[in-house]
């Protein structure tokens, strides 16, 4: 079993950079792939980015642009999710989930693929 925990998250301005972290407790952390979602009041949850088990390897949702960065620290057991130049549409519950095994194409933004998640951290964004 894996327990997470976000954190980070708040209000930011327009423009400004927000880092969540997602840091766990039970098992080994390195033998798992973490994706990063979120939710928006009355939308689906939305897949953001997605890290394999030593950093090697990421993932991110093309409608990022490339504002947002994942990494990890195993040594620390936590994941990160830099994001810079946020907009008013970021708002959203930011979530972390981890699944014991590497993903790989479509399946990777597949929430139903993830076994383990956090509570979220809420994100707010004002213009």
């Known amino acids: 079993q894996v327990q997470l925990v976000e954190s980070g998250g708040g209000l930011a301005q327009a423009g400004a950079s927000l880092t969540l972290s997602c840091e766990r407790s039970?098992?080994?952390?390195?033998?798992?792939?973490i994706g990063w979602f979120r939710q928006a009041p009355g939308k689906e949850r939305e897949f953001l980015a997605a890290?394999?088990?030593?950093?090697?390897?990421?993932e991110y949702s093309d409608s990022l642009k490339g504002r947002f960065i994942v990494y990890r620290d195993n040594v620390k057991n936590t994941v990160y999710l830099q994001m810079d130049s946020l907009k008013s549409e970021d708002t959203a519950v930011y979530y972390c989930?981890?699944?014991?095994?590497?993903?790989?194409?479509?399946?990777?933004?597949?929430?139903?693929?993830?076994?383990?998640w956090g509570q979220g951290t809420q994100v707010t964004v004002s213009s």
């Open positions: 989930a981890a699944v014991g095994r590497a993903l790989y194409g479509r399946v990777i933004g597949d929430s139903q693929k993830y076994d383990f």
């Open positions: 039970g098992d080994t952390f390195t033998n798992y792939f």
């Open positions: 890290i394999n088990w030593n950093g090697a390897r990421t």
